[in-house]
């Protein structure tokens, strides 16, 4: 695993449909119909054909989703053009790409080397390994939990945050709408890549353009 794949796709061309998410590439399409979304998946199933390992689909009433991996870490080169050929095949049907809408949710429990437990949390939860240092939902339905490693120097207040992973041009928006309903930035340090919120009882969230936002290219 390295950086090389997901560093590749958000540079390419052509590829302006999808966001790079904790979880690697995805995008939404919009459609009018539970049968139409079911439709874009058959023909999203087509382009993929074999190359459809890892790979999640989501129908719902008015949208497909399709994830082209699990994890960022996993996202290959040879995806690009997988994309690619995906978006063309969405547009001949006349699906609408939806950026706004993809998100990813992510909880991440802190703990001091020694102490970090991810196989209890694989097992209380039922969760699959995607990578040493997490746990999947094997339906793609629940949020991924993830283990962070934290300084053995530093004391442990928050045992456990939330991550939201959403598109670079949405960050701004998620920001404010939080922050109008009552929650207050603590941490901006990391920004533009993070920044870390709570609500009024101390709880943390980060909401992150990483790494949707590593090269800024623009949206068309």
Known sequence: MSEQGWREFLAAEGTQDWVVLHGGATAAFRSGSLIESASLAKVAADVLGTSCEGVLLTIAEKRLTIRLSRDVWQLEPDQIEVARAISAAMRQQGAVPD????????????????????????????????????????????????????????????AMHIDVSVAREHVQARLSAAVAAGGKVVDESHAPSHWTLSDRAGNRVCICAWPDGINQKPIE
């Open 99 to 158: 950026r706004a809408v993809v998100q990813e949710v992510q909880v991440a429990i802190a703990a001091k080397a020694e102490m970090i437990d991810v196989g209890f949390w694989r097992a209380v939860l039922g969760y699959q390994p995607m990578a040493e240092d997490n746990a999947v939902d094997p339906l793609g339905h629940g949020s991924t939990v993830w283990m962070q490693e934290i300084d053995p120097a530093k004391s442990l207040r928050h």
